[in-house]
């Protein structure tokens, strides 16, 4: 998709991929996800070699998953966000934008992290403003609510940096009604007609010591709703479509129609209700990991997008480098997503989409 020669054969196109992290192992807590994995964190080259004796002893299955683990591990060992945009950047025609997701995982109990979060945030502010990729890195603040000093370092990052919006990850432990969010940054964010997105699937980072029950009730969809209600001009992006394993109980195990409880807990079809009932006009989805992940979900995707209020709230994102542990590449999923989709329908998620989630129209 992205070579000059592609380029003059195929219409026009502006991706915006609005999934995207750079964060690196400065930022990633040093017992995370379990003490044990510290030493392949420090000792280079250990998940290789363990991959090739795995091989050796006919072990293909888990010695690919170790290869695609090695990509991750060097994904987030990279020296900077730049290097890992550098190869995201690979996947993508020239003039595709990304917005960039950080990650504040200092506060939820799995050790220390290299670099704050203001550091981080002025990394990618200095990537933003770089005349390589001004125009192509779209920065996102984040926050950890619970941390002292939260709300004050998303302003910053607004008011000074020209942060674009505001990342989420509830499954850290806080609710997205959280009250310094409520009192101090949604506000922010209606007042200058940014949006907010949020991490929403069952799977990924859970604070230390929080049960997988509770991770899902402040990461479920109807956890929005108090939020959504206060702040009816607020863009919400629940991000992951509802993730993986709705997705996968959905297709493989389905659910009784006008059963109501059932729809409310399969977070897939929850977010599809919610949007398509009208209730929440400025609700948004995206596709980021769950739909990279699974080939076979592409058909319902594409089914589910008929819907004409549905095919104007879902956006075009990956979850890169998240996505570096699966076997596809990013370039690959992409291209077989814009194939399945049809030119009309993959444009509305990722060119058209974006411009109206972002505030640009
Ligand atoms: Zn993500």
Redesign the pocket.
């Known amino acids: 998709m992205g070579d000059a020669r592609e380029g003059a054969q195929m219409p026009d196109i502006r991706i915006t991929n609005c999934?995207v992290?750079t964060f690196t192992d400065r930022h990633i807590p040093r017992f995370y996800p379990h003490p044990v994995l510290w030493v392949f964190k420090r000792v280079p080259g250990l998940v290789r070699a363990l991959s090739f004796l795995m091989r050796l002893f006919g072990q293909h299955g888990l010695g690919d998953t170790l290869d695609r683990l090695h990509r991750f591990r060097q994904e987030a060992g990279a020296p900077s966000q730049e290097a890992v945009l550098e190869q995201l950047a690979h996947h993508y025609p020239a003039r595709t934008r990304f917005v960039v997701?950080p990650m504040d995982m200092s506060g939820i109990g799995h050790g220390p992290v290299a670099q704050c979060l203001r550091d981080q945030h002025g990394e990618l502010a200095a990537l933003a403003r770089s005349s390589r990729w001004a125009g192509r890195v779209i920065p996102f603040a984040t926050c950890d609510p619970r941390l002292p000093g939260a709300a004050g370092e998303v302003r910053h990052a607004i008011e000074d940096l020209g942060f674009r919006g505001l990342k989420l990850y509830p499954r850290f432990g806080f609710a997205p009604d959280h009250p310094v969010l409520m009192d101090h940054v949604y506000p922010l964010l209606v007042a200058r007609g940014l949006p907010v997105i949020s991490?929403c699937s069952r799977g990924g980072v859970r604070g230390a010591g929080l049960s997988d029950a509770i991770a899902d009730e402040y990461t479920r969809p109807q956890a929005f709703e108090p939020v959504m209600r206060a702040f009816p001009d607020l863009r919400v992006c629940l991000?992951?479509f509802g993730g993986y394993r709705d997705w996968q109980a959905y297709v493989n195990e389905g659910l009784m129609p006008g059963d109501a409880r059932a729809e409310a807990a399969n977070w897939q079809v929850a977010i599809r209700r919610m949007i398509t009932s009208g209730d929440w006009p400025n609700l948004w989805t995206d596709i980021?990991?769950t739909l990279f992940r699974f080939d076979e979900f592409v058909p319902f995707l594409r089914m589910f997008l008929e819907d004409d209020r549905l095919a104007d709230r879902v956006l075009f994102g990956s979850?890169f480098y998240?996505t570096r542990q699966e076997s596809l590449s990013e370039r690959a999923v992409c291209v077989r997503l814009r194939v399945a989709l049809g030119e009309r329908l993959f444009r509305r998620i990722a060119e058209e989409n974006p411009c109206v989630w972002l505030g640009e129209v």
């Open positions: 999934h992290h997701l991490h991000a992951h980021s990991y979850d998240m």
